[in-house]
Protein backbone atom coordinates (compact mmCIF):
# COMPACT_ATOMS: atom_id res chain seq x y z
CA UNK A 1 0.00 0.00 0.00
CA UNK A 2 1.70 3.63 -0.38
CA UNK A 3 2.65 5.20 -3.64
CA UNK A 4 6.14 6.38 -4.62
CA UNK A 5 6.89 10.31 -4.59
CA UNK A 6 8.01 11.35 -8.34
CA UNK A 7 11.47 13.41 -7.75
CA UNK A 8 11.08 15.94 -10.05
CA UNK A 9 14.64 17.08 -9.97
CA UNK A 10 17.46 17.11 -7.39
CA UNK A 11 19.87 20.43 -7.63
CA UNK A 12 23.00 20.05 -5.20
CA UNK A 13 24.77 23.42 -4.13
CA UNK A 14 27.83 22.50 -1.54
CA UNK A 15 26.40 21.25 1.29
CA UNK A 16 22.96 21.30 0.42
CA UNK A 17 20.77 19.21 -1.66
CA UNK A 18 17.29 20.17 -2.84
CA UNK A 19 14.48 17.77 -4.14
CA UNK A 20 12.07 18.82 -5.74
CA UNK A 21 8.87 16.14 -5.52
CA UNK A 22 5.36 15.86 -6.53
CA UNK A 23 3.76 16.04 -3.35
CA UNK A 24 3.31 18.49 -0.43
CA UNK A 25 4.65 17.56 2.58
CA UNK A 26 3.46 20.95 4.52
CA UNK A 27 1.52 24.39 4.32
CA UNK A 28 3.75 27.50 2.88
CA UNK A 29 5.86 28.01 6.51
CA UNK A 30 7.54 24.62 6.43
CA UNK A 31 9.46 23.11 9.21
CA UNK A 32 12.68 23.16 9.83
CA UNK A 33 14.30 19.21 11.91
CA UNK A 34 17.57 18.91 13.10
CA UNK A 35 18.91 15.16 14.81
CA UNK A 36 18.19 16.78 18.07
CA UNK A 37 14.68 18.51 17.24
CA UNK A 38 12.30 15.72 18.30
CA UNK A 39 9.63 17.32 16.24
CA UNK A 40 6.13 15.31 15.30
CA UNK A 41 4.26 15.34 12.16
CA UNK A 42 5.28 14.20 8.61
CA UNK A 43 8.27 16.34 7.95
CA UNK A 44 9.71 14.93 10.92
CA UNK A 45 9.45 11.58 9.88
CA UNK A 46 10.55 11.98 6.78
CA UNK A 47 14.13 13.80 8.94
CA UNK A 48 14.02 11.27 11.16
CA UNK A 49 14.39 8.51 8.28
CA UNK A 50 17.47 10.66 6.29
CA UNK A 51 19.12 11.10 9.62
CA UNK A 52 19.39 7.19 10.01
CA UNK A 53 21.03 6.92 7.06
CA UNK A 54 24.52 7.20 8.67
CA UNK A 55 25.10 9.67 6.09
CA UNK A 56 25.89 12.76 7.99
CA UNK A 57 23.11 15.04 7.13
CA UNK A 58 22.36 17.30 10.09
CA UNK A 59 19.83 19.60 8.86
CA UNK A 60 16.46 19.05 6.64
CA UNK A 61 13.97 21.99 5.81
CA UNK A 62 10.81 20.79 4.44
CA UNK A 63 8.67 23.00 2.69
CA UNK A 64 5.55 22.30 0.59
CA UNK A 65 6.94 19.77 -2.09
CA UNK A 66 10.68 20.30 -1.26
CA UNK A 67 12.70 18.75 0.80
CA UNK A 68 16.61 20.37 1.32
CA UNK A 69 18.99 18.52 2.97
CA UNK A 70 22.25 19.80 4.73
CA UNK A 71 25.35 17.35 4.86
CA UNK A 72 28.77 18.84 5.65
CA UNK A 73 31.77 17.83 3.55
CA UNK A 74 28.70 17.77 0.36
CA UNK A 75 27.34 15.20 -1.25
CA UNK A 76 28.63 12.91 -4.36
CA UNK A 77 26.41 10.53 -6.71
CA UNK A 78 25.94 7.93 -4.09
CA UNK A 79 24.64 9.48 -1.20
CA UNK A 80 22.37 12.47 -3.10
CA UNK A 81 20.73 9.24 -4.77
CA UNK A 82 20.04 7.79 -1.15
CA UNK A 83 18.41 10.76 0.22
CA UNK A 84 16.49 10.85 -3.16
CA UNK A 85 15.49 7.11 -3.19
CA UNK A 86 14.64 7.48 0.76
CA UNK A 87 12.30 10.47 -0.60
CA UNK A 88 10.90 9.07 -3.20
CA UNK A 89 9.63 5.64 -1.12
CA UNK A 90 8.85 7.94 2.12
CA UNK A 91 4.98 7.42 1.01
CA UNK A 92 5.08 3.26 0.80
CA UNK A 93 3.71 1.06 3.24
CA UNK A 94 3.32 -2.90 3.30
CA UNK A 95 1.58 -4.83 5.92
CA UNK A 96 4.05 -6.92 7.24
CA UNK A 97 1.36 -9.95 7.01
CA UNK A 98 1.24 -9.85 3.70
Same mark, same amino acid.
Given at each position: %? +?? @???? &? @? $?? #?? /? @?????? #?? &??? =? +?? *????? =?????? *? /???? %??? *? !? ?5 ? /???? $? ?6 ? =?? &? &?? +? +????? #??? !????? =??TFLRFY????
Open positions: %M +GQ @DIVI &R @D $VL #TV /G @DVIVID #TD &RSF =T +GQ *DGEVN =TPESGS *D /GIPA %MLA *D !RLFSLGL /GVDH $VFVQQNLV =TV &R &RP +G +GWDED #TAE !RVAEV =TADEEE
